[in-house]
């Protein structure tokens, strides 16, 4: 009677050696680019990890292309989530700078300067409000 094998043998890589699958970048990218996703308000933290998300997911994509790793699925999601939060924190970026620099808002900062206590604060915001475009 001859002794059942206890563990599969494992893989063999191309050059006949024992390897495991790397999916480090397949992981990565979808943490990443859902931490861009959450980070998009902040502008440069969704694009910064977008971005990374992005260059994960090729990555990931590419060795799972070479037979390197197992995972296929997981790095285009993430280069895609990471795209969505490139593109949401540009956005979110260019609205924000142009209020900031827009004439209402440069009059709403000088009435605040200028306000002494609450109802004066509040005075600014509503002429601000009211001097927004709909």
């Keep these: 009677m001859t002794p059942v094998p206890t563990q ?5 890589g191309p050059c006949g ?7 480090g970048f397949a992981v990565a990218a979808p943490l990443f680019g859902l931490a861009a996703l959450v980070l998009t308000w902040t502008g440069f933290g969704g694009i910064l990890l ?26 285009v999601i993430g280069a895609v989530i990471g795209t969505v939060a490139v ?4 956005v979110a ?21 200028q306000a002494v206590g609450q109802a004066q604060w509040d005075r600014c915001a509503e002429e601000f409000d009211r ?3 709909d």
């Design 50 to 75: 977008g971005l990374l998300a992005v260059i994960l997911g090729v990555l990931g994509v590419l060795r799972k292309r070479r037979g390197v790793a197992t995972r296929g699925v997981l790095p």
């Design 17 to 23: 050696s024992a390897t495991r699958p790397r999916n």
């Design 93 to 113: 970026l260019v609205v924000g700078v142009s209020v900031l620099e827009s004439e209402e808002f440069q009059t709403y900062s000088e009435c605040v300067d």
């Design 87 to 90: 593109a949401t924190s540009t």
């Design 8 to 12: 599969a043998p494992a893989p063999f």
């Design 131 to 133: 001097s927004m475009p």
